[in-house]
């Protein structure tokens, strides 16, 4: 390796249009071969001396030491609204800002929130696997198996920010009613405000997980909740599979304590129960949320911005909060 440090290290979790941004932009830049945490130890230590920015998914591990390896290290930008996999407090020791993208890719994320609700609730996984099977005639529209529609039906979003209000909104579209469970009411909203978690699960048909991964969310979807939800309620998570507790959710799609899932994250990404996967009432993708064009130029424009007032000497735009909300956390599984 030469002895000239670049200047933004980047992720090999992110996308190769940002690097090539990023590239136009500064004279060295240089990409990890692995995942940060695994990676960092390994490079040349003239290198490491150089590196200002690191570039990386929130998810993506990243520890104290591994940031201590880099003595120049200014700012990590993370892709995506996600920090869950930052230690925050570590950065902040280190001098470290750390930003984010909130919002860039919330029409996208509630678009699928929308489509994982629909599907499960008119079983359309269901319907295409008879279509295969070739059964149509046979099985297809019994009396006694018809189910409920959408029309007046009860969404409970559990988290009203960016993502959240889109699917709100879209929720109603569809004629639904809306209520929500945040730390507090949220002012100028009419959507119904329930105190807590699991009265908003007890009033509602569907359950969308729509908060960031947080201490204060971790496990919050438990088995109390799951059993308010009851046998004719929908899980719906695309926000961080940390925040279901997964082998609850698991026992209760299968005891029948809730009707279905549709699910875009999990627990221990990228390797999901199987189990989970092979239940007839669940929807699943892999976690494709903000994967559109739109969403993740948005993304990479916001990382761009980060960088750029970096070095230009000015306020990162949009910086974490802190203090670490996984402060004392295991994250291997989040």
């Not at 929130?113 to 996984?125: D, E, K, T, Y």
């Not at 009432?281 to 739109?294: E, F, K, M, Y």
């Not at 990162?316 to 802190?322: A, C, E, F, Q, S």
């Amino acid at each position: 390796m030469s002895a000239r440090a670049p200047i933004v290290l980047v992720s090999t979790e992110v996308d190769d249009e940002l690097r090539l941004k990023l590239a136009r932009r500064y004279d060295a830049v240089a990409q990890l071969a692995s995942p940060p945490g695994e990676s960092i130890v390994n490079l040349d230590p003239d290198w490491r001396q150089g590196v200002r920015v690191l570039v990386v998914r929130g998810s993506s591990r990243l520890a104290t030491a591994s940031m201590s390896l880099l003595p120049s290290l200014e700012l990590v930008a993370c892709v995506g609204s996600g920090y869950e996999g930052i230690d925050l407090e570590g950065a902040r020791s280190l001098g470290i800002a750390v930003t984010h993208s909130p919002g860039a890719s919330a029409s996208s994320v509630a678009d699928l929130a929308l489509g994982l609700l629909i599907g499960i609730a008119r079983g359309v996984h269901a319907g295409h696997a008879l279509l295969q099977r070739g059964t149509w005639p046979e099985q297809a529209g019994k009396s006694d198996e018809l189910l409920p529609g959408l029309t007046n039906r009860r969404v409970g979003i559990f988290g009203l920010g960016a993502i959240g209000g889109k699917i709100a909104r879209r929720a109603s579209a569809f004629e639904m009613a809306v209520g929500y469970h945040s730390r507090r009411q949220r002012a100028g909203v009419d959507y119904a405000w329930f105190a807590s978690l699991l009265d908003l699960a007890d009033w509602a048909d569907f359950l969308v997980v729509a908060v960031p991964a947080t201490r204060g969310t971790l496990r919050a979807v438990d088995h109390a909740v799951l059993a308010a939800l009851g046998p004719r309620g929908y899980i719906i998570n695309i926000a961080r599979g940390s925040v279901i507790d997964e082998p609850a959710m698991i026992e209760s799609l299968r005891n029948g304590t809730i009707a279905g899932a549709g699910l875009d994250v999990f627990d221990n990404e990228p390797n999901v129960c199987p189990a989970l996967l092979a239940m007839p009432n669940v929807l699943a993708t892999p976690h494709i949320g903000g994967n559109t064009g739109h969403g993740w130029e948005k993304m990479r424009q916001m990382v761009l911005a980060n960088v750029e007032a970096l070095f230009a000497g000015r306020p990162v735009l949009n910086p974490v909060p802190l203090p670490d909300p996984f402060a004392g956390k295991d994250l291997s599984r989040t």
